[in-house]
């Protein structure tokens, strides 16, 4: 069974710029989350999807935002790209129910120049 | 606020040796526990998880994880580790809506 997959894988995008990552979460999962991981830290929570709706937001800037479609995949949008917004951008879906755990993707690598 | 501690930065181990990893969380409730593991240039996956009954929790790769409640502790441990043990293990809390807490990660080396 196909695990959870992210394009791009890397991306390198200069300081004001706009960017789109997908994510597919595992067939039956209705659930979707994004994370962000700066080099050498754990990963930080930036949304959670459930259903196409929005279920938690972490402590990032409006510039952050995010969809789920009806097929429950999902993009994460940054406007106005920063240098610190340099990070490994993970994705992890989960069935949405009680307890079942998340799965993740590989991530996409993301550089601002 | 909620938190998760690794207190261990690096730890190094030789191969067939025992190990174990340390996680704190401070939260008003018992949360869900989760590790996960990470290689290089690679994602997470998870090793194994906690939300009720019995405190000590099988997982894949031979690891295995004890909740302690008054602690706030939940350790992994590997009796014996192998050479491809060597990755980041990230130690997780969740609390029901599933929005995850980690901490900011072991670094595990394993020598010859």
């Known amino acids: 069974d196909a695990g959870v997959t992210q394009s791009p894988t890397h991306l390198i995008k200069t300081r004001g710029q706009h960017v789109t990552l997908r994510c597919s979460p595992i067939?039956?999962?209705?659930?979707v989350s994004w994370y962000q991981q700066v080099l050498g830290q754990g990963p930080q929570f930036i949304f959670q999807?459930?259903?196409?709706?929005?279920?938690g937001r972490g402590n990032f800037p409006d510039r952050f935002s995010a969809r789920q479609f009806p097929n429950y995949s999902s993009e994460l949008n940054v406007n106005a790209l920063l240098l610190g917004d340099s990070a490994l951008y993970l994705c992890?879906?989960?069935?949405?129910?009680?307890?079942?755990?998340?799965?993740f993707g590989d991530g996409t690598r993301l550089s601002i120049l | 606020a909620q938190s998760v501690t690794q207190p261990d930065i690096h730890i190094t181990v030789s191969e067939g040796a025992s190990l174990e990893l340390r996680c704190n969380y401070s939260?008003?409730?018992?949360?869900?526990l989760f590790w996960y593991v990470q290689s290089p240039g690679q994602g997470l996956q998870l090793l194994l998880k906690?939300?009720?009954?019995?405190?000590l929790v099988q997982g894949i790769k031979g690891f295995e994880a004890e909740f302690k409640r008054s602690q706030s502790s939940f350790n992994l441990r590997k009796p014996s580790v192998h050479w491809s043990d060597a990755a980041e293990y990230f130690c997780?809390?969740?609390?029901?809506?599933?929005?995850?807490?980690f901490g900011a990660g072991t670094t595990v080396t394993v020598r010859a």
């Open positions: 997780a809390v969740g609390f029901g809506d599933y929005k995850l807490s």
């Open positions: 906690y939300f009720s009954g019995d405190t």
């Open positions: 939260y008003g409730a018992t949360p869900y």
């Open positions: 992890a879906s989960s069935l949405g129910t009680d307890n079942q755990p998340q799965h």
């Open positions: 067939s039956g999962h209705k659930s």
């Open positions: 999807y459930y259903e196409k709706e929005e279920r």
